[in-house]
């Protein structure tokens, strides 16, 4: 049903500027007792900036893409962060180092009934998640795709609307 409003358009979003760092950084104590069972460090961000958006529904997103993330990384592997600003944009980039999604699985990675074969083990609501995933991004007006940037790197980039910062804030940076 949550997917349905998402999809919809009929979710009503209370958007503020928020720190990208916090929104990661409360994302990560979500899934830090799960990638701490499985042996996986979560590494980053180095670097912030202000986005767009309302934060319990962001850090929803990023939870579950950090999920998918762990569940596709083996013991003693890392997933690194990292936020960068582009013009009026933020891109939020979750690399990990799990088996390679070839281009015709990316195309349906976050379509709602789709399962990677690059990954049958995966947790079967798995998709759905990133369905969900990228169902709230595109409601924050933004955009979330996968991509192999090496052999062994996927990299799930995440687009958001860049905020601004106040007077006070300018100094956190």
């Known amino acids: 049903l949550e997917l349905d409003r998402l999809e919809s358009g009929q979710l009503s979003l209370a958007c503020e500027s928020i720190h990208a760092y916090n929104l990661l950084a409360r994302a990560k104590d979500n899934v830090q007792k799960l990638a701490s069972a499985r042996g996986i460090k979560l590494q980053g961000p180095g670097d912030d900036a202000f986005v767009m958006g309302e934060s319990e529904r962001l850090v929803d997103a ?17 997933i690194m962060l990292s936020v960068k600003q582009q013009s009026t944009d933020v891109e939020i980039t979750i690399a990990d180092r799990g088996p390679v ?17 690059a ?29 192999s940037s090496t052999a062994t790197t996927t990299c799930f980039c995440i687009t958001l609307p860049g905020g601004f910062a106040t007077a006070n804030e300018e100094d956190d940076l």
């Open 62 to 78: 990023l939870t579950g893409l950090r999920k998918y993330c762990i569940g596709r990384s083996n013991r003693g592997e890392s």
């Open 101 to 117: 999604i070839p281009l015709s699985e990316q195309q349906l990675l976050f379509e709602r009934y789709s399962a990677s074969a």
């Open 119 to 147: 990954h049958p083990a995966a947790d079967p609501l798995a998709n759905l998640s990133l369905c969900i995933a990228r169902a709230i991004i595109q409601n924050h007006k933004g955009d979330v795709y996968v991509a």
